[in-house]
Protein backbone atom coordinates (compact mmCIF):
# COMPACT_ATOMS: atom_id res chain seq x y z
CA UNK A 1 0.00 0.00 0.00
CA UNK A 2 1.39 3.59 -0.69
CA UNK A 3 0.15 6.72 -0.10
CA UNK A 4 -0.61 9.24 -2.68
CA UNK A 5 -1.24 13.06 -2.62
CA UNK A 6 -4.49 14.53 -4.75
CA UNK A 7 -3.88 18.27 -5.47
CA UNK A 8 -6.53 20.61 -6.46
CA UNK A 9 -5.42 22.64 -9.57
CA UNK A 10 -7.32 25.26 -12.04
CA UNK A 11 -6.98 24.58 -14.99
CA UNK A 12 -4.41 27.38 -15.97
CA UNK A 13 -1.09 28.19 -16.98
CA UNK A 14 1.41 27.56 -14.85
CA UNK A 15 -0.74 25.47 -11.95
CA UNK A 16 1.36 22.39 -12.18
CA UNK A 17 4.53 24.52 -11.71
CA UNK A 18 3.31 26.02 -9.25
CA UNK A 19 2.66 22.43 -7.04
CA UNK A 20 6.31 20.86 -8.24
CA UNK A 21 7.93 24.47 -7.07
CA UNK A 22 6.66 24.31 -4.19
CA UNK A 23 7.66 20.18 -3.78
CA UNK A 24 10.94 21.28 -4.73
CA UNK A 25 11.17 23.98 -2.24
CA UNK A 26 10.41 21.12 0.57
CA UNK A 27 12.74 19.09 -1.01
CA UNK A 28 10.69 16.30 -2.10
CA UNK A 29 10.99 13.56 -4.25
CA UNK A 30 8.39 13.21 -6.59
CA UNK A 31 7.89 9.36 -7.89
CA UNK A 32 5.05 9.74 -9.92
CA UNK A 33 2.37 11.96 -11.50
CA UNK A 34 -1.14 11.91 -13.05
CA UNK A 35 -3.43 13.93 -13.70
CA UNK A 36 -7.13 14.38 -14.21
CA UNK A 37 -8.75 17.33 -15.87
CA UNK A 38 -12.59 18.57 -16.70
CA UNK A 39 -13.36 21.62 -18.35
CA UNK A 40 -13.53 23.97 -15.29
CA UNK A 41 -10.35 22.10 -13.09
CA UNK A 42 -7.89 19.32 -12.10
CA UNK A 43 -6.90 16.40 -9.82
CA UNK A 44 -2.74 16.15 -9.67
CA UNK A 45 -2.39 12.76 -8.08
CA UNK A 46 1.32 12.51 -7.16
CA UNK A 47 3.56 9.64 -5.56
CA UNK A 48 6.47 11.40 -3.18
CA UNK A 49 9.04 9.98 -1.33
CA UNK A 50 7.73 12.15 2.23
CA UNK A 51 3.78 12.04 1.75
CA UNK A 52 3.12 13.63 4.97
CA UNK A 53 5.94 16.41 4.73
CA UNK A 54 4.37 17.17 1.10
CA UNK A 55 1.16 17.58 2.18
CA UNK A 56 2.09 19.98 4.50
CA UNK A 57 4.29 22.35 2.22
CA UNK A 58 1.61 22.17 -0.34
CA UNK A 59 -0.71 23.23 2.17
CA UNK A 60 1.18 26.11 3.64
CA UNK A 61 1.40 27.26 -0.23
CA UNK A 62 -2.80 27.60 -0.09
CA UNK A 63 -3.62 23.87 -1.89
CA UNK A 64 -6.30 21.87 -1.03
CA UNK A 65 -4.13 18.28 -0.45
CA UNK A 66 -5.96 14.79 0.59
CA UNK A 67 -3.62 11.61 1.22
CA UNK A 68 -5.07 8.65 0.63
CA UNK A 69 -4.02 4.72 0.23
CA UNK A 70 -3.39 3.16 -3.75
CA UNK A 71 -1.95 0.20 -4.74
CA UNK A 72 1.18 -0.40 -6.70
CA UNK A 73 1.81 -2.98 -7.92
CA UNK A 74 5.48 -4.18 -10.16
CA UNK A 75 5.23 -6.21 -12.91
CA UNK A 76 7.47 -7.69 -15.44
CA UNK A 77 8.19 -5.82 -17.83
CA UNK A 78 6.62 -8.20 -20.82
CA UNK A 79 3.43 -8.32 -22.84
CA UNK A 80 0.19 -9.70 -20.70
CA UNK A 81 1.34 -9.09 -17.77
CA UNK A 82 -0.55 -5.87 -16.86
CA UNK A 83 -3.46 -7.85 -18.42
CA UNK A 84 -2.57 -10.97 -16.09
CA UNK A 85 -2.55 -8.34 -12.70
CA UNK A 86 -6.53 -7.32 -14.04
CA UNK A 87 -7.63 -10.29 -14.60
CA UNK A 88 -6.75 -11.66 -11.18
CA UNK A 89 -8.48 -8.41 -9.95
CA UNK A 90 -11.85 -8.78 -12.16
CA UNK A 91 -12.15 -12.87 -11.44
CA UNK A 92 -12.02 -11.57 -7.71
CA UNK A 93 -14.78 -8.74 -8.37
CA UNK A 94 -12.72 -5.62 -7.65
CA UNK A 95 -13.05 -2.53 -9.30
CA UNK A 96 -10.73 0.16 -10.38
CA UNK A 97 -11.19 3.69 -10.04
CA UNK A 98 -7.92 4.83 -11.86
CA UNK A 99 -5.11 3.67 -12.73
CA UNK A 100 -1.51 4.84 -14.21
CA UNK A 101 1.79 3.59 -14.22
CA UNK A 102 5.19 4.45 -13.32
CA UNK A 103 8.80 3.09 -13.20
CA UNK A 104 11.73 1.88 -10.61
CA UNK A 105 14.97 2.99 -12.14
CA UNK A 106 17.03 0.50 -10.06
CA UNK A 107 15.32 -2.65 -11.57
CA UNK A 108 13.49 -0.78 -14.89
CA UNK A 109 10.24 -2.55 -13.23
CA UNK A 110 6.81 -0.81 -14.58
CA UNK A 111 4.81 -0.15 -11.58
CA UNK A 112 0.90 0.17 -11.61
CA UNK A 113 -0.84 2.45 -9.44
CA UNK A 114 -4.41 2.21 -9.24
CA UNK A 115 -6.93 2.91 -6.64
CA UNK A 116 -9.76 0.46 -5.46
CA UNK A 117 -12.50 0.96 -2.03
CA UNK A 118 -11.19 -2.58 -1.80
CA UNK A 119 -7.90 -2.43 -0.77
CA UNK A 120 -7.37 -5.17 1.66
CA UNK A 121 -9.28 -7.33 -0.49
CA UNK A 122 -7.12 -6.40 -3.28
CA UNK A 123 -3.87 -6.73 -1.67
CA UNK A 124 -4.65 -10.45 -0.57
CA UNK A 125 -5.72 -11.46 -4.26
CA UNK A 126 -2.46 -10.35 -5.98
CA UNK A 127 -0.60 -11.44 -2.94
CA UNK A 128 -1.91 -15.01 -3.51
CA UNK A 129 -0.99 -14.52 -7.31
CA UNK A 130 2.73 -13.41 -6.12
CA UNK A 131 2.42 -10.28 -7.20
CA UNK A 132 4.71 -7.51 -5.89
CA UNK A 133 3.50 -4.62 -3.73
CA UNK A 134 5.03 -1.81 -3.72
CA UNK A 135 5.58 0.05 -0.58
CA UNK B 1 -29.39 42.85 31.87
CA UNK B 2 -29.77 45.59 29.34
CA UNK B 3 -27.00 48.34 28.60
CA UNK B 4 -28.31 51.74 27.62
CA UNK B 5 -26.03 54.96 26.96
CA UNK B 6 -28.49 57.19 27.41
CA UNK B 7 -31.60 55.52 28.83
CA UNK B 8 -33.70 58.40 28.90
CA UNK B 9 -33.24 58.93 25.45
CA UNK B 10 -32.99 54.92 24.03
CA UNK B 11 -36.09 54.39 26.10
CA UNK B 12 -38.19 57.59 26.37
CA UNK B 13 -41.79 56.77 25.66
CA UNK B 14 -43.29 56.83 21.59
CA UNK B 15 -44.99 60.54 22.46
CA UNK B 16 -41.99 61.89 23.72
CA UNK B 17 -40.17 60.97 20.50
CA UNK B 18 -42.90 62.14 18.62
CA UNK B 19 -42.95 65.33 20.44
CA UNK B 20 -38.63 65.93 19.71
CA UNK B 21 -39.20 64.80 16.06
CA UNK B 22 -42.19 67.10 15.77
CA UNK B 23 -40.49 70.15 17.05
CA UNK B 24 -36.72 69.31 15.74
CA UNK B 25 -38.23 68.78 12.41
CA UNK B 26 -39.95 72.22 11.91
CA UNK B 27 -36.93 74.28 13.37
CA UNK B 28 -34.67 72.30 11.25
CA UNK B 29 -36.83 72.80 7.32
CA UNK B 30 -36.61 76.38 8.55
CA UNK B 31 -33.07 76.34 9.06
CA UNK B 32 -32.46 74.21 5.51
CA UNK B 33 -34.62 76.44 3.99
CA UNK B 34 -33.27 79.89 4.95
CA UNK B 35 -29.39 78.31 4.60
CA UNK B 36 -29.77 75.93 1.29
CA UNK B 37 -30.60 77.43 -1.50
CA UNK B 38 -30.09 74.61 -3.56
CA UNK B 39 -33.06 72.79 -1.01
CA UNK B 40 -35.23 75.66 -1.50
CA UNK B 41 -35.41 75.57 -5.20
CA UNK B 42 -36.53 71.80 -4.59
CA UNK B 43 -39.11 73.19 -2.54
CA UNK B 44 -39.95 76.08 -4.32
CA UNK B 45 -40.40 73.84 -7.20
CA UNK B 46 -42.89 71.81 -4.92
CA UNK B 47 -44.89 74.63 -4.13
CA UNK B 48 -43.69 74.33 -0.28
CA UNK B 49 -43.34 76.42 2.27
CA UNK B 50 -41.45 75.76 6.14
CA UNK B 51 -45.00 76.70 7.54
CA UNK B 52 -46.18 73.89 5.60
CA UNK B 53 -44.51 71.50 7.81
CA UNK B 54 -45.91 71.70 11.48
CA UNK B 55 -44.85 68.26 12.44
CA UNK B 56 -43.69 64.80 11.35
CA UNK B 57 -47.29 63.80 9.33
CA UNK B 58 -46.35 66.63 6.80
CA UNK B 59 -42.83 65.03 6.36
CA UNK B 60 -44.24 63.42 3.11
CA UNK B 61 -44.55 67.41 1.34
CA UNK B 62 -41.00 67.62 1.41
CA UNK B 63 -39.24 66.69 -1.83
CA UNK B 64 -36.62 64.07 -1.79
CA UNK B 65 -32.92 63.97 -2.09
CA UNK B 66 -30.83 61.66 -3.91
CA UNK B 67 -26.94 60.49 -4.52
CA UNK B 68 -27.44 62.99 -7.93
CA UNK B 69 -28.59 65.72 -6.10
CA UNK B 70 -25.53 65.57 -3.56
CA UNK B 71 -23.14 65.28 -6.89
CA UNK B 72 -24.39 68.25 -8.34
CA UNK B 73 -24.47 70.48 -5.00
CA UNK B 74 -20.83 69.47 -4.80
CA UNK B 75 -19.23 70.35 -2.93
CA UNK B 76 -20.58 73.42 -0.71
CA UNK B 77 -24.55 73.49 -2.38
CA UNK B 78 -25.86 71.65 0.36
CA UNK B 79 -23.76 73.02 3.35
CA UNK B 80 -26.13 75.21 5.92
CA UNK B 81 -23.79 76.40 8.05
CA UNK B 82 -20.49 78.95 7.54
CA UNK B 83 -18.07 76.93 6.28
CA UNK B 84 -15.54 78.71 8.93
CA UNK B 85 -18.71 76.32 11.33
CA UNK B 86 -17.15 73.52 10.05
CA UNK B 87 -14.37 71.42 11.58
CA UNK B 88 -14.66 68.08 9.63
CA UNK B 89 -15.20 66.51 6.25
CA UNK B 90 -15.96 62.77 5.88
CA UNK B 91 -16.44 61.39 1.85
CA UNK B 92 -18.29 58.29 0.99
CA UNK B 93 -16.07 55.21 -0.44
CA UNK B 94 -17.50 55.82 -3.49
CA UNK B 95 -16.50 53.56 -6.44
CA UNK B 96 -19.00 55.00 -9.05
CA UNK B 97 -18.65 58.91 -10.08
CA UNK B 98 -18.12 61.99 -8.34
CA UNK B 99 -17.09 61.81 -4.39
CA UNK B 100 -19.90 63.37 -1.94
CA UNK B 101 -18.55 64.82 0.74
CA UNK B 102 -20.77 66.14 4.06
CA UNK B 103 -19.62 68.78 6.72
CA UNK B 104 -19.73 68.39 10.66
CA UNK B 105 -19.95 71.06 13.41
CA UNK B 106 -18.29 70.42 16.53
CA UNK B 107 -21.94 69.54 17.37
CA UNK B 108 -22.43 67.21 14.93
CA UNK B 109 -19.67 65.48 15.44
CA UNK B 110 -20.92 65.03 19.44
CA UNK B 111 -24.35 64.08 18.15
CA UNK B 112 -22.57 61.35 16.18
CA UNK B 113 -20.46 59.96 18.37
CA UNK B 114 -23.06 59.89 20.98
CA UNK B 115 -24.81 57.40 18.51
CA UNK B 116 -21.29 55.38 18.13
CA UNK B 117 -21.54 55.34 22.14
CA UNK B 118 -24.89 53.79 21.92
CA UNK B 119 -23.73 51.11 19.80
CA UNK B 120 -21.25 50.11 21.50
CA UNK B 121 -22.54 50.46 24.94
CA UNK B 122 -25.45 47.86 23.30
CA UNK B 123 -22.86 45.41 22.51
CA UNK B 124 -21.99 45.51 26.31
CA UNK B 125 -18.75 47.99 25.95
CA UNK B 126 -17.95 49.75 29.18
CA UNK B 127 -15.33 51.93 30.14
CA UNK B 128 -13.52 48.72 31.06
CA UNK B 129 -13.32 47.29 27.58
CA UNK B 130 -10.57 47.48 24.69
CA UNK B 131 -12.32 48.74 21.44
CA UNK B 132 -10.51 47.43 17.98
CA UNK B 133 -11.23 49.81 15.50
CA UNK B 134 -9.99 48.27 12.05
CA UNK B 135 -12.57 50.15 9.91
CA UNK B 136 -10.56 52.51 7.74
CA UNK B 137 -9.45 55.84 9.29
CA UNK B 138 -9.63 58.92 7.44
CA UNK B 139 -12.04 60.12 4.66
CA UNK B 140 -14.16 56.98 5.60
CA UNK B 141 -16.55 57.48 8.43
CA UNK B 142 -16.04 53.99 9.81
CA UNK B 143 -12.96 54.57 11.88
CA UNK B 144 -13.70 58.06 12.88
CA UNK B 145 -16.99 57.54 13.81
CA UNK B 146 -16.31 54.06 16.44
CA UNK B 147 -13.41 55.83 17.55
CA UNK B 148 -15.42 58.62 18.54
CA UNK B 149 -18.33 56.53 20.28
CA UNK B 150 -15.46 54.16 21.86
CA UNK B 151 -14.21 57.74 23.53
CA UNK B 152 -17.19 58.69 24.69
CA UNK B 153 -17.92 55.15 26.65
CA UNK B 154 -14.53 55.33 28.31
CA UNK B 155 -13.60 52.49 26.40
CA UNK B 156 -9.97 51.65 25.66
CA UNK B 157 -9.30 52.43 21.81
CA UNK B 158 -7.20 50.77 19.32
CA UNK B 159 -7.07 53.30 16.36
CA UNK B 160 -6.09 50.01 14.20
CA UNK B 161 -7.24 51.52 11.08
CA UNK B 162 -7.76 48.55 7.94
CA UNK B 163 -5.07 46.56 6.45
CA UNK B 164 -1.84 44.76 8.03
CA UNK B 165 -3.30 41.63 9.57
CA UNK B 166 -0.41 40.49 11.23
CA UNK B 167 -0.12 43.50 12.84
CA UNK B 168 -4.27 43.49 13.78
CA UNK B 169 -3.46 40.07 14.97
CA UNK B 170 -0.75 40.94 17.34
CA UNK B 171 -2.29 43.88 18.87
CA UNK B 172 -5.38 41.61 19.46
CA UNK B 173 -3.84 39.32 21.25
CA UNK B 174 -1.00 41.51 23.30
CA UNK B 175 -3.25 43.89 23.92
CA UNK B 176 -6.63 41.65 24.74
CA UNK B 177 -9.04 43.65 22.60
CA UNK B 178 -12.58 42.75 23.52
CA UNK B 179 -14.72 44.58 21.14
CA UNK B 180 -14.11 44.34 17.50
CA UNK B 181 -15.27 47.17 14.66
CA UNK B 182 -14.63 45.95 11.07
CA UNK B 183 -16.69 44.81 7.86
CA UNK B 184 -18.02 41.53 8.23
CA UNK B 185 -16.07 40.16 5.86
CA UNK B 186 -12.92 41.45 7.23
CA UNK B 187 -14.32 39.74 10.39
CA UNK B 188 -14.66 36.29 8.62
CA UNK B 189 -11.23 37.09 7.55
CA UNK B 190 -9.61 38.27 10.56
CA UNK B 191 -10.73 34.49 11.93
CA UNK B 192 -9.45 32.66 9.55
CA UNK B 193 -6.25 33.90 9.99
CA UNK B 194 -6.44 33.82 13.96
CA UNK B 195 -7.44 29.58 12.96
CA UNK B 196 -4.17 29.56 10.51
CA UNK B 197 -1.87 30.95 13.23
CA UNK B 198 -3.16 28.46 15.68
CA UNK B 199 -4.01 31.88 17.93
CA UNK B 200 -8.07 31.13 18.69
CA UNK B 201 -6.89 30.65 22.13
CA UNK B 202 -5.53 34.01 23.04
CA UNK B 203 -8.18 35.90 21.62
CA UNK B 204 -10.18 37.66 24.08
CA UNK B 205 -13.00 39.35 22.19
CA UNK B 206 -17.00 39.19 23.64
CA UNK B 207 -18.26 41.16 20.87
CA UNK B 208 -18.06 42.80 17.18
CA UNK B 209 -19.54 45.42 15.73
CA UNK B 210 -19.98 44.97 12.07
CA UNK B 211 -21.30 47.13 9.23
CA UNK B 212 -20.57 49.15 6.10
CA UNK B 213 -21.33 46.17 3.93
CA UNK B 214 -24.14 43.38 3.25
CA UNK B 215 -23.81 40.13 5.33
CA UNK B 216 -26.59 37.44 5.68
CA UNK B 217 -27.90 36.23 9.20
CA UNK B 218 -26.00 32.70 7.91
CA UNK B 219 -22.48 34.75 7.82
CA UNK B 220 -23.51 36.35 11.37
CA UNK B 221 -23.40 32.77 12.87
CA UNK B 222 -20.10 32.11 11.18
CA UNK B 223 -18.23 34.40 12.31
CA UNK B 224 -19.91 34.37 15.84
CA UNK B 225 -18.85 30.44 15.95
CA UNK B 226 -15.35 31.05 14.65
CA UNK B 227 -14.69 33.61 16.94
CA UNK B 228 -16.84 32.80 20.00
CA UNK B 229 -18.32 36.68 20.21
CA UNK B 230 -22.02 38.19 19.73
CA UNK B 231 -21.65 39.89 16.33
CA UNK B 232 -23.87 43.04 16.22
CA UNK B 233 -24.74 44.99 13.44
CA UNK B 234 -24.13 48.64 12.74
CA UNK B 235 -25.59 50.95 9.96
CA UNK B 236 -25.23 54.02 8.55
CA UNK B 237 -23.94 56.52 5.91
CA UNK B 238 -21.95 58.98 5.41
CA UNK B 239 -24.85 61.38 3.64
CA UNK B 240 -26.90 61.17 7.13
CA UNK B 241 -23.46 61.26 9.50
CA UNK B 242 -22.03 57.84 9.18
CA UNK B 243 -21.93 54.75 11.34
CA UNK B 244 -24.49 54.70 14.03
CA UNK B 245 -27.39 55.94 12.98
CA UNK B 246 -29.01 52.67 13.82
CA UNK B 247 -27.29 49.84 15.39
CA UNK B 248 -28.45 46.33 16.90
CA UNK B 249 -28.65 45.22 20.78
CA UNK B 250 -28.87 42.55 22.36
CA UNK B 251 -32.10 41.27 20.96
CA UNK B 252 -30.26 40.89 17.39
CA UNK B 253 -33.85 41.20 15.79
CA UNK B 254 -33.19 44.45 13.98
CA UNK B 255 -31.69 47.79 14.07
CA UNK B 256 -32.32 50.82 16.36
CA UNK B 257 -33.03 54.25 14.55
CA UNK B 258 -31.66 56.65 16.93
CA UNK B 259 -34.58 58.77 16.25
CA UNK B 260 -33.86 61.79 18.13
CA UNK B 261 -31.64 62.19 15.57
CA UNK B 262 -32.81 61.18 12.09
CA UNK B 263 -36.41 60.07 11.37
CA UNK B 264 -37.03 56.84 8.88
CA UNK B 265 -39.68 56.20 6.34
CA UNK B 266 -40.26 53.41 3.84
CA UNK B 267 -41.42 54.57 0.37
CA UNK B 268 -42.11 52.77 -2.54
CA UNK B 269 -38.78 53.23 -4.66
CA UNK B 270 -40.77 53.73 -8.05
CA UNK B 271 -43.78 56.01 -6.63
CA UNK B 272 -42.02 57.70 -3.86
CA UNK B 273 -45.05 57.44 -1.92
CA UNK B 274 -44.84 56.47 1.77
CA UNK B 275 -45.60 52.86 2.80
CA UNK B 276 -47.19 51.27 5.97
CA UNK B 277 -44.49 49.74 8.69
CA UNK B 278 -43.91 46.32 7.94
CA UNK B 279 -44.30 46.91 4.16
CA UNK B 280 -40.96 46.94 2.67
CA UNK B 281 -39.37 49.18 0.39
CA UNK B 282 -36.60 52.16 -0.04
CA UNK B 283 -35.58 53.76 3.72
CA UNK B 284 -35.45 57.19 3.72
CA UNK B 285 -33.75 59.22 6.42
CA UNK B 286 -34.13 63.45 7.60
CA UNK B 287 -31.88 64.41 9.43
CA UNK B 288 -33.24 66.52 12.05
CA UNK B 289 -30.43 67.48 14.61
CA UNK B 290 -27.61 68.29 12.75
CA UNK B 291 -26.35 71.75 12.12
CA UNK B 292 -23.59 71.69 8.71
CA UNK B 293 -25.19 68.95 6.35
CA UNK B 294 -29.03 68.52 7.31
CA UNK B 295 -30.38 66.40 4.79
CA UNK B 296 -33.98 66.21 4.30
CA UNK B 297 -35.75 62.71 3.35
CA UNK B 298 -32.73 61.69 1.52
CA UNK B 299 -32.91 58.09 -0.01
CA UNK B 300 -30.93 55.42 1.00
CA UNK B 301 -31.49 53.18 -1.72
CA UNK B 302 -31.69 50.37 0.86
CA UNK B 303 -34.23 48.29 0.96
CA UNK B 304 -35.54 47.72 4.82
CA UNK B 305 -38.46 47.00 6.64
CA UNK B 306 -39.38 49.23 9.52
CA UNK B 307 -41.06 47.46 12.81
CA UNK B 308 -42.33 49.11 15.45
CA UNK B 309 -43.16 46.95 18.27
CA UNK B 310 -41.96 46.70 21.57
CA UNK B 311 -38.30 45.24 21.38
CA UNK B 312 -37.17 43.06 24.41
CA UNK B 313 -34.17 45.40 25.26
CA UNK B 314 -36.46 48.02 26.21
CA UNK B 315 -35.55 50.72 23.62
CA UNK B 316 -38.42 52.39 22.41
CA UNK B 317 -36.85 53.33 18.89
CA UNK B 318 -38.01 52.19 15.92
CA UNK B 319 -36.04 48.96 14.12
CA UNK B 320 -35.37 48.45 10.50
CA UNK B 321 -34.31 45.44 9.30
CA UNK B 322 -30.76 44.71 8.14
CA UNK B 323 -30.71 45.96 4.25
CA UNK B 324 -32.44 43.22 1.69
CA UNK B 325 -30.71 44.64 -1.00
CA UNK B 326 -29.51 47.82 -2.48
CA UNK B 327 -31.88 49.20 -5.13
CA UNK B 328 -29.33 50.30 -7.30
CA UNK B 329 -26.57 46.91 -6.39
CA UNK B 330 -29.88 44.61 -7.23
CA UNK B 331 -28.55 42.92 -10.09
CA UNK B 332 -31.38 41.71 -12.92
CA UNK B 333 -30.29 38.23 -14.60
CA UNK B 334 -32.44 37.14 -17.24
CA UNK B 335 -34.94 39.38 -15.93
CA UNK B 336 -34.48 37.92 -12.64
CA UNK B 337 -34.01 39.95 -9.50
CA UNK B 338 -30.95 38.48 -7.92
CA UNK B 339 -29.15 39.87 -4.77
CA UNK B 340 -25.83 38.85 -3.70
CA UNK B 341 -27.02 37.93 -0.22
CA UNK B 342 -28.85 34.94 -1.43
CA UNK B 343 -26.15 33.77 -2.92
CA UNK B 344 -23.90 33.96 -0.01
CA UNK B 345 -26.81 32.07 2.22
CA UNK B 346 -26.70 28.99 0.02
CA UNK B 347 -22.89 28.90 -0.15
CA UNK B 348 -23.04 29.31 3.43
CA UNK B 349 -25.59 26.29 4.04
CA UNK B 350 -23.95 24.12 2.04
CA UNK B 351 -20.40 24.91 3.29
CA UNK B 352 -18.49 26.52 1.04
CA UNK B 353 -16.69 29.48 2.82
CA UNK B 354 -18.52 32.85 2.80
CA UNK B 355 -15.56 34.40 0.19
CA UNK B 356 -17.40 34.43 -2.98
CA UNK B 357 -17.61 36.60 -6.30
CA UNK B 358 -20.55 37.01 -8.82
CA UNK B 359 -19.60 37.57 -11.96
CA UNK B 360 -22.28 38.45 -14.63
CA UNK B 361 -21.27 38.50 -18.21
CA UNK B 362 -23.68 38.36 -21.60
CA UNK B 363 -23.41 36.23 -24.80
CA UNK B 364 -24.81 36.44 -27.78
CA UNK B 365 -27.40 38.68 -25.80
CA UNK B 366 -28.28 35.83 -22.56
CA UNK B 367 -27.17 36.65 -19.44
CA UNK B 368 -24.60 34.08 -17.84
CA UNK B 369 -24.29 34.22 -14.07
CA UNK B 370 -21.17 31.91 -12.59
CA UNK B 371 -20.21 32.05 -9.19
CA UNK B 372 -16.83 31.64 -8.30
CA UNK B 373 -16.29 29.13 -4.80
CA UNK B 374 -13.19 28.33 -2.96
CA UNK B 375 -12.49 24.97 -2.53
CA UNK B 376 -12.15 23.62 0.73
CA UNK B 377 -10.12 20.61 2.10
CA UNK B 378 -13.87 19.62 3.30
CA UNK B 379 -15.20 19.93 -0.10
CA UNK B 380 -12.01 18.60 -1.94
CA UNK B 381 -11.99 14.76 -3.02
CA UNK B 382 -9.71 12.40 -4.33
CA UNK B 383 -12.50 11.71 -6.89
CA UNK B 384 -14.12 13.56 -9.29
CA UNK B 385 -18.11 12.21 -8.89
CA UNK B 386 -17.64 13.33 -5.50
CA UNK B 387 -16.72 16.14 -6.71
CA UNK B 388 -19.42 16.37 -9.42
CA UNK B 389 -22.19 15.49 -6.77
CA UNK B 390 -21.29 18.24 -3.93
CA UNK B 391 -21.12 20.32 -7.29
CA UNK B 392 -24.42 19.89 -8.63
CA UNK B 393 -26.11 19.88 -4.93
CA UNK B 394 -24.71 23.34 -5.07
CA UNK B 395 -25.97 24.49 -8.37
CA UNK B 396 -29.56 22.83 -7.55
CA UNK B 397 -29.73 25.01 -4.82
CA UNK B 398 -28.35 27.92 -6.32
CA UNK B 399 -31.04 27.21 -8.83
CA UNK B 400 -34.29 26.84 -6.20
CA UNK B 401 -33.21 30.28 -4.44
CA UNK B 402 -32.62 32.53 -7.57
CA UNK B 403 -34.86 31.22 -9.92
CA UNK B 404 -32.24 31.17 -12.45
CA UNK B 405 -29.29 28.40 -13.09
CA UNK B 406 -25.72 29.79 -12.16
CA UNK B 407 -22.63 28.43 -13.18
CA UNK B 408 -20.49 27.18 -10.29
CA UNK B 409 -16.80 27.52 -10.44
CA UNK B 410 -14.58 26.15 -8.01
CA UNK B 411 -11.00 27.58 -7.06
CA UNK B 412 -8.44 27.65 -5.65
CA UNK B 413 -8.44 28.85 -1.40
CA UNK B 414 -7.82 32.36 -1.19
CA UNK B 415 -7.93 32.92 -4.89
CA UNK B 416 -10.66 35.67 -4.38
CA UNK B 417 -9.16 38.81 -4.04
CA UNK B 418 -9.99 40.09 -0.06
CA UNK B 419 -10.07 43.69 0.12
CA UNK B 420 -9.78 44.69 3.62
CA UNK B 421 -12.72 47.05 3.29
CA UNK B 422 -16.02 46.20 1.72
CA UNK B 423 -15.27 43.12 -0.87
CA UNK B 424 -15.54 43.10 -3.91
CA UNK B 425 -18.65 39.96 -4.28
CA UNK B 426 -20.29 41.58 -8.05
CA UNK B 427 -18.39 41.81 -11.39
CA UNK B 428 -20.92 43.00 -14.14
CA UNK B 429 -19.45 42.67 -17.57
CA UNK B 430 -22.56 43.63 -19.04
CA UNK B 431 -22.09 47.33 -19.17
CA UNK B 432 -25.67 47.68 -19.01
CA UNK B 433 -25.56 51.74 -17.71
Known amino acids: MLKQLS ?21 INIRAISSFD ?83 EATQLLENHDLIIVD | MPNYYQPEVECASRDQIKAWQDERLVKQVKHVYDNVPYYRNLMEKKGVVPEDIRSTEDLNKLPFLTKDDLREAYPYGLLAVPLSDC ?36 AGGTKDDVVHVCYGYGLFTGGPGLNGGSHKVG ?104 EDHFIAEIIDPVTGEVLPDGEKGELVFTSITKQAFPLLRYRTRDICVLNREKCSCGRTHVRMSKPMGRSDDMLIVKGVNVFPSQIETVLLNKGYPANYQIIVTRENNSDKLEVLVEMTPEMFSDELSKITVREKELNGALKAMLGI ?19 VRVIDKRNLY
Open chain 1, 7 to 27: VFVENRSGSLMNVTNALLDAD
Open chain 1, 38 to 120: TPEFGILRLIVDEPEEAKAALTARGFVVRVGDVLAVELEDKKGSLNAMLKILADGNISINYIYSFVIRENQAPVMVFHTDDIE
Open chain 2, 87 to 122: VRIQSTSGTTGRRVVAFYTQHDLDLWDDCCARAIVA
Open chain 2, 155 to 258: SLTLPMSSGNTDRQIQFMCDLGSTILCCTPSYAAYLAESIYERGLQDQIKLKAGIFGAEAWSEEMRQDIQNKLHIKAYDIYGLTEISGPGVSFECSAQGGMHVN
Open chain 2, 405 to 423: YAVVKLVTPKSITRSEGKA
